[in-house]
């Protein structure tokens, strides 16, 4: 951080603040504490007749491998309201959120993955902008050696692991 996005000065420090126990972006010249804190990000397990949607990714990073809709949370928006949005942005296609499937924690990268299985009324859907290609996939056809992140992997494999048992709770995972 170079500027104070508050008041506009080029004096930022990094430095502890009283009562705190962190490094932080301060601007002396306003007062500002600029925190830095974990990025959500939400996307849908779109299921449609025991295949799995996945989008080719049309953007940096990781531009051509296989993804899990999703994307960052917005301001003002519910994790569903995001997780349906990026499935609506990525693949076209309107779906309907079952439950939560799975929480998987970055915090080398400090972003927190939400996953919602979703089911598909339809197989009609198209890629946007940020996806190259959208397709279903079987269970023994999953790209594993192509998937972008491994936030999708691990809910892939945690919804097929678990489909025929009586679990249906929220898969915890973490990225080491
Ligand atoms: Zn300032």
Redesign the pocket.
Known sequence: MNY?S????GDIRLEVPEGDNRLRYC?P????IHYQNPNVVVGCLPVFEGKILLCRRAIEPRLGFWNLPAGYLENGETVEEGALRETREEAGIEVSIVRLHALYNLPRVNQVYLFYLAEMPHDQFHGGVESLEVKLFSPADIPYHDMAFASSTFAIRQYLDHLHSDFHGVHVGKWE
């Open positions: 104070c508050h008041c506009g000065s601007c010249v306003c007062s500002t």
